[in-house]
């Protein structure tokens, strides 16, 4: 996958706000991936605008290595990439399609909803995010 997150800085206690989603064991997810939340508490790898948020991927998940839970982070400060659209200073982020971030429109879920952009960043470019600050 591509344009995963990178962790700027993890908040709260424990670091970062981890929760644990159950992942299939065939699939690989790259650290830093956006999860998109289905359900019962499942996360996949983010492929669509309006996604539901589930968090950011906390490690390297290998396909087919047995391994059925992973950790996401939900709190903290990441960047991440915008889609073809631009993001301002201050706007609200959800999820734009696979991996990626865009301003919420009216039409996006409220579940989709990733934080707060910290910086103002243009189209296809990464920005500071701050993610989980309406939870």
């Known amino acids: 996958m591509a344009n995963e997150a990178v962790i700027i800085e993890l908040l709260g206690e424990p670091k970062g706000h981890a929760i644990r989603h159950t992942v299939a064991d065939g699939t690989g997810i790259a650290k830093g991936t956006l ?8 996360a996949v790898a983010t492929s669509a605008d309006n996604d539901a948020f589930g968090g950011i991927a906390a490690a390297e998940k290998t396909a087919s290595d ?29 999820i734009g399609g696979a991996n990626t971030i865009s301003k919420v429109a009216a039409a996006d879920l409220l579940f989709s909803d990733v934080g707060i952009a910290l910086e103002t960043f243009s189209a296809s470019e990464v920005g500071a995010v701050l993610v989980g600050s309406g939870f």
């Open 35 to 42: 999860l998109k939340l289905t359900d019962p508490r499942t």
């Open 66 to 94: 047995g391994v059925t839970n992973l950790g996401a982070f939900t709190f903290g400060i990441f960047d991440l990439k915008a889609t073809a659209a631009g993001i301002t200073v201050g706007e609200r982020v959800s």
